[in-house]
């Protein structure tokens, strides 16, 4: 576990904004964050773009762990994202090797 945060879990979340955007942040009380974005407390995004709903929250053992996580998921496609947030399998954003 990271010692800053004694002991407990770096969570990644996911969060579906006004207009379908989508927000993906880390925290160690997602649902405490979700709630300040809720009240405008949160990032410039979620200000701009309200939040409608916490889609989903994943623990991981290090903030640099979830860190990294949240970066992957920034780069997936919009489909990838809502696959990932529902649960679902992530397609591989690679194309096939053409030999």
Known sequence: ??????GKSWWVYM???RGGKIYTGT???PEAR????RAGKGAAFTRANPPVALLRSVPFGTRSEACRAEAGLKKLSRDAKIAWATGGEIASPRPPVVL
């Open 34 to 37: 979700y709630e300040a974005h």
């Open 27 to 29: 925290a160690i009380d």
């Open 15 to 17: 969060i579906s904004c």
């Open 1 to 6: 576990m990271d010692g800053h945060n004694g």
